[in-house]
């Protein structure tokens, strides 16, 4: 349910708003607009009385939220969300172009891909450390090893790192390295994990399950923003269907689908949504078009060598020319790309 407090509304309006809300054993979440204030309650909001609630000094309407999801709904905010971190910014007229290797597998590897996707004008750097595999006897990821290459990259770079983090317990190593926390598609639903990472103050990267329909997606972000973690990206990366020429489905309308449902921003993965070098700068283009927030997609220096999904990577020469064509679509979209100011 979502309290709208009147223009008028005092300070001590809202703080008596607050306590209320406690008293009915709700959490309360204050939302300070440029226009108005807004209380949120979440939770169990069958102990609380409309009348009651509408009556109380500075309120102007009550109403209720109707999504399953609450904080991530657009019915509780109305403005789209910007999530920063460093160089990256996601949202709002900002498409974020997030590049770099599937994994982190050798300090040459890191750092000349850095140099090389920011030279092209990419706002961070992604790279696996954890790495979830589907098959156990698959290359892991250098771990630890993996996140001190990273912070090697953004040191000689300056840009942003994004890396996923694929358990409970190495949350606390990876916030030591990252600027962004990526959730991977199969830890969609680890709400342990989603709870973990709403403890920490890092922006989060959350990724759609393959086979997790936009509500379920929806419903693990309000996970996240429910720990008190504000900064939420979502990140389509194709679901699975009966089709087997693309290594999963790319579903573009989800992208502006999403955004009627709610503020968070919206980032596509051509790359993993494909598995194809060759269809991802038309997929990244057509993501734009789409309205997306941003871009996430695999660069490597020698992707017939990569460790893993070489198959979907592009090489320096193939990003360079992917951001030069996604250039005039963002700029018709009224965006700009990437580092571009
Ligand atoms: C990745 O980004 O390399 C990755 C494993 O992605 P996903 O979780 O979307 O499969
Ligand atoms: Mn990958």
New binding site residues.
């Given amino acids: 349910m979502i309290v709208v407090m009147k223009r008028s509304a005092t300070q001590q309006d809202i703080d008596s708003m607050v306590e209320h809300v406690e008293e009915l054993g709700l959490k309360p979440v204050v939302l300070t607009g440029t226009e108005r204030t807004v209380v949120a309650l979440i939770g169990d909001e069958r102990s609380a009385n409309v009348n009651a609630l509408e009556s109380s000094p500075g309120v102007d309407e009550v109403h209720p939220i109707l999504a399953p999801y609450k904080l991530a709904s657009r019915e509780l905010k109305q403005e789209s969300t910007t999530v920063r971190a460093g160089s990256l910014a996601v949202g709002n007229g900002h498409v974020g172009m997030i590049a770099g290797p599937?994994s982190v597998e050798n300090e040459e590897q890191i750092v000349s891909t850095a140099r090389a996707v920011k030279a092209a004008g990419a706002s961070a750097l992604r790279g696996?450390a954890f790495?979830?595999r589907t098959s156990p006897y698959s290359f892991q990821g250098l771990k630890e090893e993996g996140l001190k290459l990273l912070a090697t990259a953004r040191d000689e770079t300056g840009l942003a790192v994004v890396t996923?983090v694929v358990a409970t317990e190495d949350v606390d190593v990876v916030v030591e390295y990252a600027d962004v926390l990526?959730i991977?598609?199969?830890n969609m639903q680890n709400y342990r994990l989603l709870e973990a990472v709403g403890q920490t103050r890092r922006p989060v990267l959350l990724?759609r399950g393959p086979s997790a329909t936009i509500d379920e997606w929806l419903l693990a972000a309000e996970y996240i923003l429910d720990g008190g973690n504000p900064d939420v990206m979502l990140c389509e990366?194709g679901i699975r269907t009966f089709e087997t020429h693309t290594r999963f489905t790319l579903p573009l309308a989800s992208i502006p689908y999403v955004q009627q449902r709610t503020h968070l921003p919206v980032v596509a993965?051509p790359s993993?949504g494909t598995g194809h070098t060759a269809l991802v700068p038309a997929m990244a283009r057509a993501s734009i078009a789409a309205g997306a927030d941003g871009v996430i997609v695999e660069v490597h220096p020698n992707p017939d060598h990569a460790m893993s999904?070489g198959y979907q990577s592009m090489d320096f020469a193939q990003f360079e020319e992917m951001m030069r064509e996604c250039r005039p679509i963002a700029a018709a979209m009224g965006r700009t790309l990437g580092s571009d100011e």
Wanted: proline content about 7%.
């Fill in positions: 599937c696996g790495k979830p996923e990526q991977g598609a199969r990724k990366r993965d993993h999904d």
